[in-house]
């Protein structure tokens, strides 16, 4: 069954310093989301990539997506206190969706 | 629009009690998926309902049930509570659960005692 799978577990950055953040993925995919969830709340949608898509952009996140590594990346630019959370993605093709999210990159902006 | 709603918030149970935990999607959403959240296992998918009817289930035991009804509201439940079921009980709604960002609510936390 395919999974997400993010890298690296955890990050720690300095305010104003880029964030990067990878899913590696098992089998082909309609599309791939990343979500933002901070502690204790729900998950919060960010950005879809469609399958036939390589890059996609929205204010400060970039996301890239490899399906030839079946792997995407996500890049926080000019990071934020309030970027501090964990980043999950989630993928979609096959009808077998039970493992979809990954374990997460918890990412933490320091002052 | 008004997101999702999860009630309750917080809930507390002994061991041996059963549960039951409510979520009302986004009006127009059809599809309701439920997750469980650990420290240990992360978020894990429990069960998805579709037009009232369970479209796929994940790897839990029976103890873990739902439901959804024709105003797509849906509820879950679990019997004979075990204290390895204290999580964060997240619920997302979409159109539908392909091709569509899964919009969650904030979530009900239990803890089993």
């Known amino acids: 069954s395919q999974q997400g799978e993010e890298d690296p577990q955890a990050l720690s950055i300095q305010e104003g310093e880029n964030a990067t953040m990878n899913c590696s993925y098992k089998?082909?995919?309609?599309?791939l989301q990343w979500y933002r969830q901070n502690s204790g709340r729900g998950l919060v949608h960010l950005i879809l990539?469609?399958?036939?898509?390589r890059e996609k952009h929205s204010g400060r996140l970039r996301v890239t997506l490899d399906t030839s590594k079946k792997s995407s990346s996500l890049l926080i630019t000019a990071s934020r206190a309030a970027d501090t959370a964990s980043y999950f993605c989630?993928?979609?093709?096959?009808?077998?969706?039970?493992?979809?999210f990954g374990a997460g990159t918890t990412v933490t902006v320091r002052a | 629009k008004a997101g999702v709603t999860q009630t309750p918030r917080y809930l507390i149970k002994t061991r041996g009690q059963q549960v039951t935990l409510s979520c009302s999607p986004i009006?127009?959403?059809?599809?309701v998926s439920w997750y469980q959240q650990t420290p240990g296992q992360g978020l894990q998918f429990l069960f998805e309902?579709?037009?009232?009817?369970?479209?796929n289930k994940g790897n839990f035991p029976g103890r873990f049930s739902g439901r959804q009804f024709s105003n797509s509201r849906s509820e879950m439940n679990v019997s004979t509570l075990e204290l390895g079921d204290s999580a964060l009980y997240l619920c997302?709604?979409?159109?539908?659960?392909?091709?569509?960002?899964?919009?969650f609510g904030n979530g009900t936390r239990l803890t089993v005692t």
């Open positions: 997302a709604s979409s159109f539908s659960r392909e091709n569509s960002p899964l919009h």
């Open positions: 089998t082909s995919i309609n599309n």
């Open positions: 990539i469609r399958s036939n898509e």
């Open positions: 989630d993928t979609d093709g096959s009808n077998d969706y039970k493992l979809s």
């Open positions: 009006s127009g959403h059809r599809s």
């Open positions: 309902y579709f037009s009232e009817t369970q479209r």
